[in-house]
């Protein structure tokens, strides 16, 4: 099994390795020099998993406890009600010509939305939650994103700059809605 696991790892590493080659300034080509340069043979990735064991199990029982409260509560129908109201109103707007170009004229279709028509509050909890998740964890994750930025050039890092700009939009669409659910924002 283990002559199995190194093989599988020499064979996933030396594709990963080929793609990088033929496409160096790509993202994904980034995130596999990351990988590649911090994960060396299977025995470096049993050591990454063992060492966080605890959390990896933690995030997979809460997302997991997370996933059957939305199920369970009837939260599916509620956001899949929402969102498609949501999509409607950003693709049936005049203004909004580009969904994926969110900031300014859309930014402002999807927060008179949000003003008229609240997200479930099903769904602002597990949005809240996330939300608090990534500014507990921001400086780590920035320190990665920067790693990515650094070896990102020409469209990749333009298109890390773009996808960081609308989704800055779109929290704050979020984060400036009005909330009737207790405890939330």
Known sequence: LRDYADMIFVTASTAAAAYADEHPRDIATSIINMVLTNFESVDDIVEAVTSNLEEIQGAYESAVETAAEFCDSGCVDQTADFLDGLLDSLTSSKK?????????????????????????????????????????????IGAYVDTVKSEVHGKGKNSIKAFQRQTSCARSVYDERESGCAGTA
């Open 96 to 140: 909004c010509k580009k969904v994926t170009e969110f900031c300014g004229k859309c930014q402002k279709v999807a927060a008179l939305h949000f003003a008229v028509n609240a997200p479930p509050c099903c769904l602002t909890d597990i949005v809240d939650d996330a939300l608090e998740e990534f500014d507990a964890r921001r400086a780590e």
